[in-house]
T-cell receptor, first 115, second 114 residues
Framework: DAGVIQSPRHEVTEMGQEVTLRCKPI?????LFWYRQTMMRGLELLIY????????DSGMPEDRFSAKMPNASFSTLKIQPSEPRDSAVYFC?????????????FGSGTRLTVV | AQSVTQPDIHITVSEGASLELRCNYS??????LFWYVQSPGQGLQLLLK??????LVQGIKGFEAEFKRSQSSFNLRKPSVHWSDAAEYFC????????????FGKGTTLSVSS
């Protein structure tokens, strides 16, 4: 298996533009998590899905952020409009149904820079 | 509140010396505990996990961790550090139920000096 695949690896955009981050989880994993990593806050959980259904989005910073999981093999995290303070590394992770035992598998992340 | 505390932001260890990274957690239920490692520009890789049984668990790359319920701790150790161990290390806690989220500490950066 290729692991969790995130695209793009790097994104530089201007303030006010829409940004879409993409994630393909491992086949057979039914939970998907979006995290944001910054120096100040560390790893923050933004939202997670079970069986394509959003379970907890309380970590989404504000209405500018939205996430979808239209099917078991694809998820997007969208920021519209983007702001400089959104600059961070965004990680996607997926887990098997018994995630508590096996933990997550993380993607390599998308480094977002908003200028 | 559920939380994970890694008291040391940055640690420097000489190559060949022993290592201990501290992790304390606050969790309302039986904790499932994890250590992850992140190399620069990479995602997080699972080092080891604990959910029951022997409180000393072995992981990859020669790492081990000991769960101490009385101290709410899950410290990571390695007897002899290699230069390639320089990375950021994250402790995490979860409920151990399918489809629940992990809570991560803020990480400890390990530097290895020669």
């Amino acid at each position: 298996d290729a692991g969790v695949i995130q695209s793009p690896r790097h994104e530089v955009t201007e303030m006010g533009q829409e940004v879409t981050l993409r994630c393909k989880p491992i086949s057979g994993h039914n939970s998907l998590f979006w995290y944001r990593q910054t120096m100040m806050r560390g790893l923050e959980l933004l939202i997670y899905f079970n069986n394509n259904v959003p379970i907890d989005d309380s970590g989404m910073p504000e209405d500018r952020f939205s996430a979808k999981m239209p099917n078991a093999s694809f998820s997007t995290l969208k920021i519209q409009p983007s702001e400089p303070r959104d600059s961070a590394v965004y990680f996607c992770a997926s887990s098997e149904p018994s995630s508590g035992i096996h933990g997550y598998t993380f993607g390599s992340g998308t480094r977002l820079t908003v200028v | 509140a559920q939380s994970v505390t890694q008291p040391d932001i940055h640690i420097t260890v000489s190559e060949g010396a022993s290592l201990e990274l501290r992790c304390n957690y606050s969790y309302g239920a039986t904790p499932y505990l994890f250590w992850y490692v992140q190399s620069p520009g990479q995602g997080l890789q699972l080092l080891l996990k604990y959910f029951s049984g022997d409180t000393l668990v072995q992981g990859i790359k020669g790492f081990e961790a000991e769960f101490k319920r009385s101290q709410s701790s899950f410290n990571l150790r390695k007897p002899s550090v290699h230069w390639s161990d320089a990375a950021e290390y994250f402790c995490a806690v979860g409920a151990g139920q399918a489809g629940t989220a992990l809570i991560f500490g803020k990480g400890t950066t390990l530097s290895v000096s020669s």
